[in-house]
């Protein structure tokens, strides 16, 4: 029963600090200007009015009187620095704002402070480089945004710091050579792509650097020569395709 009780407890805790982040919907469409407060739950808001818009810092304050969240608005819309604060007194999230829009970089942290996604954005587009982390702290992700939309190269690590993968972008889609490794820095696959279709090269490695697969796509289909090899370089099979179809095989 305690074990219940505990549980709904922290539901409700819970759904009140993400209500808190969403507070526009139930704010006075009028109200004189001057200073504002409101209980929201079991937080409390304190900021400003002019001209019926929010204006100037607002705060969003825990029932402990501790900070949740700080804003800055201008003319009713987010400009300026944004803080959002755990319970337990670390920064959760903090974020730059242009009249409404991410503008500015954007953190979000793990509890103990460590960051979790570093990310770059202008007038409410990412733009520049994201980066996304493990929970212990070292690099998991980092690619590079432009206008909202994946561009230049992508690279992808291991809990270890071993990059596993790195992918190329243009407009959003797969455009050059895209690569995988194994932990031990040994290439696993490579191939290349063209405006986010296959068409070129692919080639698949043992752990031990032998080739295993080799072939090429045209138009996202297998053409040509396909050849397959074991793990110490001795020919297995070879399979012509065209158009993506078997046309001959051989041992």
Wanted: proline content about 2%; hydrophobic content about 30%.
């Amino acid at each position: 029963m305690k074990k219940q009780l505990f549980l709904l407890a922290t539901l409700f805790l819970f759904g009140t600090v993400l209500k808190s982040q969403n507070i526009d919907d139930v704010l006075p469409d009028t109200i004189a200007d001057g200073p504002f407060t409101m209980k929201y739950g079991s937080m409390t808001i304190k900021g400003y009015f002019e001209d019926s818009l929010r204006t100037g810092n607002w705060v969003t304050y825990f029932p402990t009187g501790q900070v949740h969240m700080v804003e800055h608005f201008k003319s009713g819309k987010r400009d300026g620095i944004y803080l959002k604060i755990s319970r337990r007194g670390s920064i959760a999230e903090q974020a730059e704002y242009s009249m409404g829009q991410l503008h500015g970089q954007k953190v979000e942290f793990n509890p103990g402070g460590k960051p979790k996604r570093i990310e770059n954005y202008d007038h409410g587009k990412l733009h520049g480089l994201r980066s996304v982390f493990y929970r212990q702290g070292t690099v998991q992700e980092e690619s590079f945004f432009r206008n909202g939309i994946k561009d230049s190269t992508s690279k992808w690590f291991d809990t270890k710091g071993n990059k596993i993968a790195e992918y190329h972008y243009k407009d959003g889609g797969f455009d050059g050579w895209q690569r995988t490794w194994y932990a031990n820095d040994v290439l696993k696959s490579e191939q290349f792509f063209k405006e986010n279709t296959a068409a070129g090269a692919y080639r698949l490695y043992y752990k031990n650097g032998q080739l295993k697969e080799s072939g090429t796509y045209e138009d996202g289909l297998k053409t040509g020569l396909w050849q397959e090899f074991d793990e110490n370089g001795q020919l297995i099979e070879e399979i012509r395709y065209k158009k993506g179809k078997r046309r001959e095989k051989k041992n």
